[in-house]
Each structure stands twice: as structure tokens, then as C-alpha cells.
Nanobody, 122 residues
């Protein structure tokens, strides 16, 4: 079991930056990911990172702008978001899976945080 708590969301202007954090407790040897869901849209994958911090995976829509990282000593995963666009507006969720690969498939993630709102104004 693992518990996940996100923080760092907020309101930012287009072109700005935010850093999201996801603090994990309990067993923490998990692959971690960030998903997002905008109003009226399905949940979509943003980024994932393996337990070792090695292999990562990004959605095409965020590649080159977002960076996922983790600090296993602090049991925390980060999502650095730069060059934000209004279409990045969504609730961002942290998720964990016991498999090794940084999967894009939300159904492979058994544990989820409560989400943090990111709003990008134009």
C-alpha cells in the first residue's frame, strides 16, 4: 500500500512555470506517474518515471516542456512544468504502480492521489 499527496498546483500565466510534488508514504518502491484531467475530458497521461529514476516517459503534448524526477530519499516525485499553455489547465494526479516500466496506461496504476488543480491563464 502507498498513500500519495500532491501539492504545488495553482494559477499561472501562459508561459510561466510550476513545480508539482507528490509525497509518498508506505511502501514506495513504485513506478510513479502524473496524469491530468481537464473539465469534460478523459484522464490523460503526462509523464512517468521508473523506481530507479532511470527510464522516463512523456506524452507528446508535454515533451520538452515538462520534466519528471524523483528523490527516493524523500519519497517524493516532482513534475517541473515550463512554458505552460492554457491547454495544460487540468487537475493533475499522482499515481503509483508496482510494475517496473513507466507505463502510459492509467489502468496499470493502482494508487492515486487526490489531485491538485493547475490553471493557466491566457
Amino acid at each position: 500500500q502507498v498513500q500519495l499527496v500532491e501539492s504545488g498546483g495553482g494559477l499561472v500565466q501562459a508561459g510561466g512555470s510550476l513545480r508539482l510534488s507528490c509525497a509518498a508514504s508506505g511502501r514506495t518502491r513504485y513506478t510513479m506517474a502524473w496524469f491530468r484531467q481537464a473539465p469534460g475530458k478523459e484522464r490523460e497521461f503526462a509523464a512517468a518515471i521508473s523506481w530507479s529514476g532511470g527510464p522516463t516517459n512523456y506524452a507528446d503534448s508535454v515533451k520538452g516542456r515538462f520534466t519528471i524526477s524523483r528523490d527516493n530519499a524523500k519519497n517524493t516525485v516532482y513534475l517541473e512544468m515550463n512554458s505552460l499553455k492554457p491547454e495544460d489547465t487540468a487537475v493533475y494526479y499522482c499515481a503509483a504502480r508496482s510494475g517496473a516500466g513507466p507505463s502510459q496506461s492509467y489502468w496499470e496504476y493502482a494508487y492515486w492521489g487526490q489531485g491538485t488543480q493547475v490553471t493557466v491563464s491566457s
